[in-house]
């Protein structure tokens, strides 16, 4: 495999890379606060309809999978909304796919501290839809075009993976209001590894589908374990 180590980021990239580090802040945020903002908005006006955990549960995600397709509907080749090059890459997918799965169910089980279990499928039917619309498809695509070399001419890995890892971990810290504080940092390394093992399959692929299929099973995982 050549790896083109002459499209390492020049300096106008570099000052570039830094307003779109802003920009995935803002769209981190806002990920996170427009969805909240909205429900806030829905339980106000139909307050009268009641609002249990599972109705709100349900509707949040839901509002937070439409806030993903707002972001990547425009641009759907570039937001990895496709089947991609899968035939070519099929082992090297299963592997990186496969490897946050059988760590999970290996790991979990054998954890003290368990928020997942028993929640609401959400966590697993569609949160994780929301999440990688977000991140592996809109940030993805964005930090792809603007930085499309790779780490290191030995690492085959392009620069928009760990980023998209690092801002996809970012994403859990919001989990300090109701979790541990030592899980949370436990999540943040994870999740960090397992974005950036999907960012592989985008990268390999083009497509979000088969980080997404494996963010699922994982969350899955974490859900039926009692």
């Known amino acids: 495999m050549t790896i083109d180590t002459k499209r390492q980021p020049s300096q106008p ?44 549960s349900w509707r949040y995600h839901s509002v937070a999978v439409g806030f993903g397709l707002l972001l990547t509907i425009g641009s759907p080749v570039r937001s990895g909304l496709r089947i991609g090059a899968i035939r070519a890459n099929w082992r090297k997918v299963l592997i990186v796919c496969g490897i946050p799965i059988a760590l999970t169910a290996a790991v979990y089980p054998l954890l003290s501290y368990r928020p997942f279990a028993g929640y609401e499928q959400t966590m697993w039917l569609i949160s994780p839809l929301a999440q990688d619309l977000v991140f592996l498809g809109f940030l993805y695509g964005r930090f792809e075009q603007l930085l499309p ?65 494996s963010h699922m099973a994982v969350n899955y995982i974490a859900w039926a374990v009692n």
């Open 149 to 213: 070399g790779y780490i290191h001419r030995r690492v085959p890995m392009r620069w928009c993976v760990p980023l998209t890892g690092l801002f996809f971990a970012a994403w859990h810290l919001q989990n300090l209001e109701w979790m541990s504080t030592g899980f949370v940092v436990f999540q943040v390394c994870y999740t960090f590894l397992g974005g950036m093992l999907a960012g592989l399959s985008r990268q390999w692929t083009g497509s979000i589908l088969y980080g997404l299929a």
């Open 13 to 56: 990239q570099r000052e570039r890379l830094l307003e779109w580090i802003f920009l995935g802040c803002a769209v981190t945020v806002a990920s996170i606060a427009v969805p909240y903002w909205i429900m806030q908005v829905i339980s106000r006006r139909y307050a009268s309809m009641g609002c249990g955990v599972a109705w709100y």
